[in-house]
């Protein structure tokens, strides 16, 4: 079955009335958990993220200024977060969840992130709730360990991957592909390998298409060896901030459509739940669980296999 890893132990302190849905992630834990999709033997905390791991990717001077709380009062207002060594500890958390991921995916196809898909960290900054670049580090981890030397990033967030587009840019290794809403967060895009943007109300049968295409070309061209999927539940119509008019169902679709199509290339997957703030968190809870669920039947390989064969 599925490795799955959670980071809700490591809890962000926010102030009353922050638009962040911390507890959805713990919300979703007991949901994977009483739902037993998988065995709670299977259910991990990660290790936090290197200095080595995070410096493949951030540099020094950004990283020192985080650990130190010496972000400046600007740069986090542009994450979005209060500084407080828990900022610290589960954003490396975060990161490790999905290396770890990865690796599993590695071994027997699908991994799984309960959190992650910080996608608008750059190499010297943070922003949009997001201090360290998860998909980045994992991605560079990875190559360094010499599990995988070509990575494809799908990134199906509502929102553009900004920051993973400009790590890479100059990297034919990893390819990056984002279907976003065009109007929407944030507002100077960035060139991914291939970027789908979508208009704002963009329902089921529009989003299916663009995404099924978008996700075919983006494997064509990658040829990888590891995808690393950022299954963002706010393309769904009552998200507060993605503007789109995705249902539940499509959202599923979604899932199968990117899930079949890496399987029929014998790609295996390593998944972070992304965005969700769905008006009512239980929405995008039902949204998460629902890519889990997915994952694991769409890659039941026994737990200790040595190897994917797709």
């Given at each position: 079955?599925?490795?799955?890893?959670?980071?809700?132990?490591?809890?962000?302190?926010?102030?009353?009335?922050?638009?962040?849905?911390?507890?959805?992630?713990?919300?979703?834990?007991?949901?994977?958990?009483?739902?037993?999709?998988?065995?709670f033997a299977d259910m991990w905390i990660p290790h936090a993220a290197t200095d080595e791991?995070?410096?493949?990717?951030?540099?020094?001077?950004?990283?020192?200024?985080?650990?130190?709380?010496?972000?400046?009062?600007?740069?986090?207002?542009?994450?979005?977060?209060?500084?407080?060594?828990?900022?610290?500890?589960?954003?490396?958390?975060?990161?490790?969840?999905?290396?770890?991921?990865?690796?599993?995916?590695?071994?027997?196809?699908?991994?799984?992130?309960?959190?992650?898909?910080?996608?608008?960290?750059?190499?010297?900054?943070?922003?949009g709730y997001c201090v360290f670049n998860d998909s980045a580090i994992a991605a560079r981890?990875?190559?360094?360990?010499?599990?995988?030397?070509?990575?494809?990033?799908?990134?199906?967030?509502?929102?553009?991957?900004?920051?993973?587009?400009?790590i890479f840019q100059d990297d034919p290794t990893v390819f990056t592909f984002s279907i976003?809403?065009?109007?929407?967060?944030?507002?100077?895009?960035?060139?991914?390998?291939?970027?789908?943007?979508?208009?704002?109300?963009?329902?089921?049968?529009?989003?299916?298409?663009?995404?099924?295409?978008?996700?075919?070309?983006?494997?064509?061209?990658?040829?990888?060896?590891?995808?690393?999927?950022?299954?963002?539940?706010?393309?769904?119509?009552?998200?507060?901030?993605?503007?789109?008019?995705?249902?539940?169902?499509?959202?599923?679709?979604?899932?199968?459509?990117?899930?079949?199509?890496?399987?029929?290339?014998?790609?295996?997957?390593?998944?972070?739940?992304?965005?969700?703030?769905?008006?009512?968190?239980?929405?995008?809870?039902?949204?998460?669980?629902?890519?889990?669920?997915?994952?694991?039947?769409?890659?039941?390989?026994?737990?200790?296999?040595?190897?994917?064969?797709?």
């Amino acid at each position: 079955m599925a490795k799955i890893f959670f980071t809700d132990s490591y809890v962000l302190p926010l102030p009353e009335g922050h638009r962040f849905p911390m507890s959805k992630y713990a919300l979703l834990r007991a949901r994977v958990i009483d739902s037993q999709i998988v065995p709670f033997a299977d259910m991990w905390i990660p290790h936090a993220a290197t200095d080595e791991e995070i410096l493949r990717v951030h540099t020094p001077d950004y990283l020192t200024r985080v650990v130190k709380g010496e972000l400046s009062a600007k740069e986090l207002r542009k994450i979005g977060f209060p500084w407080s060594p828990a900022m610290v500890e589960r954003s490396r958390r975060s990161s490790g969840a999905t290396i770890e991921a990865c690796r599993a995916a590695l071994a027997e196809g699908v991994g799984i992130n309960l959190a992650g898909g910080t996608h608008h960290a750059f190499a010297d900054s943070g922003g949009g709730y997001c201090v360290f670049n998860d998909s980045a580090i994992a991605a560079r981890a990875m190559q360094a360990e010499h599990r995988a030397k070509r990575i494809v990033i799908l990134d199906c967030d509502v929102h553009q991957g900004d920051g993973t587009a400009a790590i890479f840019q100059d990297d034919p290794t990893v390819f990056t592909f984002s279907i976003h809403g065009a109007t929407n967060y944030p507002f100077h895009k960035q060139i991914s390998d291939l970027d789908i943007p979508l208009p704002d109300g963009a329902d089921d049968a529009f989003f299916l298409e663009a995404l099924e295409n978008g996700v075919r070309r983006a494997l064509s061209l990658a040829g990888a060896e590891l995808a690393i999927y950022l299954a963002g539940a706010d393309p769904f119509a009552e998200d507060r901030f993605g503007k789109m008019k995705v249902s539940k169902h499509g959202l599923r679709l979604r899932d199968q459509i990117v899930f079949s199509l890496c399987k029929e290339a014998r790609l295996p997957v390593a998944v972070s739940m992304a965005g969700g703030y769905a008006k009512n968190i239980l929405d995008a809870v039902d949204i998460h669980f629902e890519t889990v669920r997915q994952a694991v039947v769409f890659f039941p390989s026994p737990s200790g296999q040595e190897g994917y064969s797709g």
